[in-house]
T-cell receptor, first 110, second 114 residues
Framework: GESVGLHLPTLSVQEGDNSIINCAYS??????FIWYKQESGKGPQFIID?????DKRQGQRVTVLLNKTVKHLSLQIAATQPGDSAVYFC?????????FGRGTSLIVHP | EAGVTQFPSHSVIEKGQTVTLRCDPI?????LYWYRRVMGKEIKFLLH????????ESGMPNNRFLAERTGGTYSTLKVQPAELEDSGVYFC????????????FGPGTRLTVL
């Protein structure tokens, strides 16, 4: 069936490094994608989104890249900080109800 | 402005018991969603209310789960009787419109069924 999934369950980086979190999706009709950050004890929080008519979108320290050819998107975090430690979920939101992948745990070492 | 709140934050019950989770959405948000995350797995959609009506309940796992939203304000999710596989974190979210940017999540209720 259609799914949204992630390549790596855990990513460890050093403070100050750049982080890249990847996500694959299988529904070629998906036209809207969202990245969420979930910190311990909190619900998912919106980070950035991208529509299928774009291949890149930048926010504050974050960039999302979308490759529709291979149905892949990534979240890049520049100068990763300890406060970035969390579980990151990509979600397909084309049907207005976000459909989540499994999540990647980002661990930032000081 | 208060965000989405959920009660309780944690619940530990025995198999066969009943548990009721509550969600208070952001005031004025007609759309209310329930999601569940089982340990280490994806966050799965359970159902969607528009005001007091169930718009989509395709994610509800079985008839042991009952969600209500009387009056179109707060919502409850009852699990009766609870089974071991029901353990997980139950998230509630609300939105004014229908777009990912506008969906706000609560902190979740961690349910443990022993």
């Amino acid at each position: 069936g259609e799914s949204v999934g992630l390549h790596l369950p855990t990513l460890s980086v050093q403070e100050g490094d750049n982080s890249i979190i990847n996500c694959a999706y299988s529904n070629s009709a998906s036209d809207y994608f969202i990245w969420y950050k979930q910190e311990s004890g909190k619900g998912p929080q919106f980070i950035i989104d991208i529509r299928s008519n774009m291949d890149k979108r930048q926010g504050q320290r974050v960039t999302v890249l979308l490759n529709k050819t291979v149905k892949h998107l990534s979240l890049q975090i520049a100068a990763t900080q300890p406060g970035d430690s969390a579980v990151y979920f990509c979600a397909e939101g084309g049907s207005y109800i976000p459909t989540f992948g499994r999540g990647t745990s980002l661990i930032v070492h000081p | 402005e208060a965000g989405v709140t959920q009660f309780p934050s944690h619940s530990v019950i025995e198999k066969g018991q009943t548990v009721t989770l509550r969600c208070d959405p952001i005031s004025g948000h007609d759309n209310l969603y329930w999601y569940r995350r089982v340990m280490g797995k994806e966050i799965k959609f359970l159902l969607h209310f528009v005001k007091e009506s169930k718009q989509d309940e395709s994610g509800m796992p079985n008839n042991r789960f009952l969600a209500e939203r009387t009056g179109g304000t707060y919502s409850t999710l009852k699990v009766q009787p609870a089974e071991l596989e029901d353990s997980g974190v139950y998230f509630c979210a609300s939105s004014l419109g229908l777009a990912g940017l506008e969906v706000f999540f609560g902190p979740g209720t961690r349910l443990t069924v022993l």
